[in-house]
T-cell receptor
Framework: EAQVTQNPRYLITVTGKKLTVTCSQNMNHEYMSWYRQDPGLGLRQIYYSMNVEVTDKGDVPEGYKVSRKEKRNFPLILESPSPNQTSLYFC???????????FGDGTRLSIL | RKEVEQDPGPFNVPEGATVAFNCTYSNSASQSFFWYRQDCRKEPKLLMSVYSSGNEDGRFTAQLNRASQYISLLIRDSKLSDSATYLCVVTTWGDMRFGAGTRLTVKP
């Protein structure tokens, strides 16, 4: 089954404790992306990757890091999480940066 | 000014109604356009792509006007199951911008 898998689905943690949200896709897609969704603000792109070893900042990259060492994985790293990063996060992939994306189920992150 | 502006609604319509959503975008170099549907903070799902010639999928019609930088979605004969938030998406070289979403509630 074609899918984008995010882990964990839910996480409650504390300020300053480094965390990684993993994202994996099994569709051999070149393009992957991370979003956060906050009430009233819609989905905002954090980082995207057009291909392996190529990453670009989206609309709200501050406080986040990503890496794309292999095609299927695109982890999102919060080196020093803060409460304003409490949000619902989605990972997505697409054949390329111009085609519709397939989204993961989301990760609900709470930082206290 | 936001890159993608969308009427937030909410739209409350009876079953069988026709409803239209609009979206404007600011980047004239944008290349791809989509409408997504999102249910109750679940993952967004593609409803349809939007082409300059206009395209239709059953009860749904999407239009793109590049000159006015405007996309639209028309839903005919609304069903209860159409209740959701509708998101317009504009893409420029992989940079994806979402509208804030328009909430639709279809009532019996």
């Amino acid at each position: 089954e074609a899918q984008v898998t995010q882990n964990p689905r839910y996480l409650i943690t504390v300020t300053g404790k480094k965390l990684t949200v993993t994202c994996s896709q099994n569709m051999n897609h070149e393009y992957m992306s991370w979003y956060r969704q906050d009430p009233g603000l819609g989905l905002r792109q954090i980082y995207y990757s057009m291909n392996v070893e190529v990453t670009d900042k989206g609309d709200v990259p501050e406080g986040y890091k990503v890496s794309r060492k292999e095609k299927r994985n695109f982890p999102l790293i919060l080196e020093s999480p803060s409460p304003n990063q409490t949000s619902l996060y989605f990972c997505a992939s697409a054949p390329d940066g111009f085609q519709p994306q397939h989204f993961g189920d989301g990760t609900r992150l709470s930082i206290l | 000014r936001k890159e993608v502006e969308q009427d937030p609604g909410p739209f409350n319509v009876p079953e069988g109604a026709t409803v239209a959503f609009n979206c404007t975008y600011s980047n004239s170099a944008s290349q791809s356009f989509f409408w997504y549907r999102q249910d109750c903070r679940k993952e967004p799902k593609l409803l349809m792509s939007v082409y300059s010639s206009g395209n239709e999928d059953g009860r749904f019609t999407a239009q793109l006007n590049r000159a006015s930088q405007y996309i639209s979605l028309l839903i005919r004969d609304s069903k209860l199951s159409d209740s959701a938030t509708y998101l317009c998406v504009v893409t420029t070289w992989g940079d994806m911008r979402f509208g804030a979403g328009t909430r639709l509630t279809v009532k019996p």
